[in-house]
């Protein structure tokens, strides 16, 4: 029997198991990598701010106005916003409701939605001219 | 022998025992070596990675964080790492990582993140499908200023209220509150402060560039702004209001219903109670009739109206007076101090006007002089060393009266009074001066007898009743005080003077005012030897002239005249009769002139009480606008949608609107609540106030009514039908909160 190739193969063994382990170890390694660098997305903040500063700056220019011109303006930001947002295949509105009126509209309620993937926002302002919002 | 040291057997086992020291040995170090210490440090860095993760997505979602909404942002991350499961929470100010065995943990603190969040919350396993980091906040809402001016309209001099109370803050805290109008600014807070304040106009009032003057009407401006702190941000809101002030009585149509309507508080906790009120004012200086009235005032003009000869000391003096006015002040350096006040020119000469020290100011003030006489003088007599003074035959208008201290620069207060006869005469005047050019009245004076003026000399077949009131006005100031309070006589001679000629008067509604200012203090209708004093007869019936008090009997005889009064009919109008109780209480008879007044409306009689001249102006206000007609056929319907709950619904009334006496409420198919509550009349200065209360369970904004079919109608003086819409009002479910994050 020849002493040496049994020690090569004793000794292959070992090595080939140290290596086993360490694979395991670097392939776990690698895959938590992956996975937490999928969370590196682009936070939709601009998206946002843009659909607050309709609600709040571009609406209040419509207060005023008889509650039908209001509702009929807010309409069409609406719709506008709707079609810009779904452009980057996500969804945005700016819904404006409840125009109480004292001679012309005076103070409403705006209700603001962003749908993505990844965030979900949905806020509730109560706006009125020379007051802003709440 | 073999050459090898060892057999080859042995060698085999020798080096299979080193093999297996050295695999054992290694076995033992393997596990910490190559894979617990990689392991940690893995698992290190990806619990790092995920909690500043989390920590970023927070940080973005303070970016652009709704004041009043929520916001939902998914996280990712691995199932397992390094083949440890976990958990991701949130807790205080940290983000908390937690292998499940509990071997491995991470901490990571959000910093300053903090201050803007609270109530960090929630875990969620690495197993789970999917993550979110939720957030949440609920801001406030603006105060809600409501102003009230009650009432609404006056003829100069009078007074109104200004009244803040029913404005509330959003989240039902402090809130500070301000009145401007044409006169200053006042401002306070609720709750510390008095929210009511009352507003004195006399003649020679400024209007200011406030008030608009349209047709002998000025329409005066008041501004109410309620301005409240929440969530660091000041918000506020305002309420306008006119009040209607004329300089003297106008007639004609100038009157309209004014409809308000507002929710208390507007933001509330889920499944309180908030009150939606919808407020109906009468507003105007007169209204619109559609009959003429026939009035004869039976006014009591008794010794203790104001009959002063014999009268000895100052409480004989007060019992004869009546409150007119208060003053109060400094006195300056000189140790005096001047007050104005003004008589109103309704008469020409008060009787007397006493001037009395307040009991609390008694020992350091004195009266030291009225109008130009110095107290005490041959003009002003006084009595408790100053402390009370009085002069006789003032003339209307201006007076000075001079207050004298122990010291410089204090305080003092003061009671004016006049005589309860010139109070009478004042308060009868101005209610003559505003009834309709058409309607008719006449006079009715009474002490030991009654007599009943000839007041239409002109006309062979109407003397007791005209059109032309400054005939009944000269004879109201010709009343003199003196003698008893023959009731009975009263009755029976205002009835006669309705009666004297029902033709001309046909078509309108006879009602007779009898006011007297203490008990019947003459036997009624009884016969000769029944009579303790004089004894007469008029027309076959036989009165008596003076007597001692009444007695039950008595009284029954003036309750059995009154309702048979009542019973007469004149055309198709029932006579009315209004009664006044006039002094302090106790001084008349209240249950017996509460039995003989008709009643006001379904529930209210026609009965008034009034100690100061003041109250007794009212009291004749108030039967005038009784009559002063400002919507009829009124119909409010509110329809409250289904997602709150409608419970009690209550209506509170002033003045003499004729109203249902519940409102009524219905539910529909659709879940909604309908209320309906009607009155067939409502007057000049009459309130009428429906109140409804309403909760939601769950957070939320609630429209409170549903548009375009919530509205009231009414039909004006002018006799056209108006709709109002009322309008929509919300409340908010939720009360203000920091922003509350969790993950799940």
Known sequence: MNEKGQMLIIFSLIVAT????LSVLHAQNILAGMQTSRTLMVFPKDEIRNLKTIAEEGLMQFCGLSVDQFYERADNVSKQVRRLYSQRGVYGDVVAYFATPSGGVECYNVKLVYISGEVKYEENLQCCEGRGCV | MNRRGVSMILEYLLLASILSVFVFTVSLTLNDVLERSQL?????????????????????????????????????????????????????????????????????????????????????????EAHQLQYSKTSCVFPSAVLSVRPSAIIVPGNFTIDSSASSSGSGTTYEWRVKWWNGTWSGWYPQSVNQIRVEINNGWNPGSECN??????????????RTTCQSKVLNDTDVKTVLIANQTTTGGTANLS????????????????????????????????????????????????????IYGENGLLSRSTLFEKISGTVGANKRATNLITLPSNIEKYQFVVVEIADSYKDSFWVYKIGSSSCPSLNCECFNSRRICYVENVPAGDLEIEIEGADKNTQYEALVY??????????????????????????????????????????????????????????VNGMVAG??????????????????????????IPL????????????????QSECSGSWFTEDGVEFCRYGWWCTDNCYKQIEDLAEQIKQNKIGDENIRICTIGFGRPGDYNATLLENIASYINQTTKCFFTAQTAEQLQKAFRTIAQSFEVVATDVNITDVIPSNVDVGSVTVETDG???????PKKMNDASGNTTVKFNCSEIHIDDVVELVIQIKAYEPGWYQLDVPDVSNVTYTDINNNLRTVNLEVVQVVYGKPSKAKVWIE
């Open chain 2, 656 to 662: 003499s609107p004729v109203c249902d006496a519940t």
């Open chain 1, 18 to 21: 140290i290596l086993a382990a």
């Open chain 2, 512 to 527: 007779i005012i009898l006011m007297t200012d203490g008990k019947p203090t003459v036997e009624a209708h009884v016969s």
């Open chain 2, 40 to 128: 940690e440090r893995v698992i290190d860095n990806q619990f790092a990675d995920i909690a500043s993760e989390v920590s970023s997505q927070l940080v973005d979602i303070l970016a652009v964080y709704p004041s009043n909404g929520n916001m939902t942002v998914k996280v990712f991350m691995p199932e397992k790492i390094g083949d440890i499961e976990y958990i991701v929470g949130l807790e205080g100010n940290n983000i908390t990582i937690e292998s499940d065995d509990g071997r491995f943990s991470k901490y990571l603190s959000i910093g300053a993140a903090y201050l803007k969040l609270q109530n960090l919350s929630g875990f969620t396993h690495s197993l789970k």
């Open chain 2, 418 to 475: 006049i005589q309860k006869l010139d109070s009478l005469k004042n308060a009868a005047i101005e209610y003559l001066n505003g009834l309709e050019p058409s309607d008719f009245a006449g006079l009715v004076e009474y002490n030991n007898s009654a007599v009943a003026y000839d007041v239409n000399v002109s006309s062979v077949y109407l003397k007791k009743l005209t059109t032309d009131k400054s005939e009944v006005v000269e004879k």
């Open chain 2, 213 to 226: 003057y349209n047709n002998g009407i000025y329409e005066c401006e008041i501004v109410l702004e309620v």
């Open chain 2, 483 to 508: 003698g008893a309070t023959n009731v009975y006589h009263a009755l029976w001679k205002a009835n006669q003077s309705l009666f004297e000629n029902t033709t001309i008067i046909d078509d309108t």
């Open chain 2, 259 to 310: 409809v308000d309507k507002f929710v208390k508080p507007p933001q509330a906790g889920p499944g309180d109670t908030v009150e939606l009120h919808i407020r109906l004012d009468g507003k105007g200086i007169s209204g619109g009739r559609t009959v003429n009235l026939s009035v004869v005032l039976a006014l009591d003009s008794s010794g203790s109206m104001g009959d002063i000869s014999g």
